[in-house]
């Protein structure tokens, strides 16, 4: 039985930082694609971020750019979201995901069928 378990969530002022980490016990593949996407009320779901486990290539919506990093510890077999100079935009639930691989090169990450989902954490920047 594969979980994601997120945390790390919580409340920030604007130009603050919060990281997210995201468990995955008993993830049994060494391979595929894992990312972060959010949600805000009334909103649809964004893609935020993406790492491909074969190589740790890592890609980002254009929202978060040059803001935030996704990070893989393969060690502990635990994702990692880490936010920097938040803004009131970035407030949303954050869920983690995994998937097969080929999710990581799609053009749309919000769109794709990723196959595991975490419960989500929330982030609020105010």
């Known amino acids: 039985h594969v979980q994601l378990v997120e945390s790390g969530g919580g409340s920030v002022q604007p130009g603050g930082s919060l990281r997210l980490s995201c468990a995955t016990p008993?993830?049994?593949?060494?391979?595929?694609?894992m990312g972060w996407f959010r949600q805000a009320p009334g909103k649809e779901r964004e893609g935020v971020a993406r790492?491909?486990?074969?190589?740790?290539?890592?890609y980002y919506g254009d929202s978060v750019k040059g803001r935030f990093t996704i990070s893989l510890d393969n060690a502990k077999n635990t994702l990692y979201l880490q936010m920097d100079s938040l803004e009131t935009e970035d407030t949303a639930m954050y869920y983690c995901?995994?998937?097969?691989?080929?999710?990581?090169?799609?053009?749309?990450?919000?769109?794709?069928?990723?196959?595991?989902w975490g419960q989500g954490t929330q982030v609020t920047v105010s």
């Open positions: 995901a995994a998937g097969k691989e080929y999710l990581c090169f799609t053009r749309n990450m919000a769109l794709e069928p990723f196959d595991y």
């Open positions: 008993g993830y049994p593949y060494s391979t595929g694609c």
């Open positions: 790492i491909y486990r074969g190589t740790g290539a890592t």
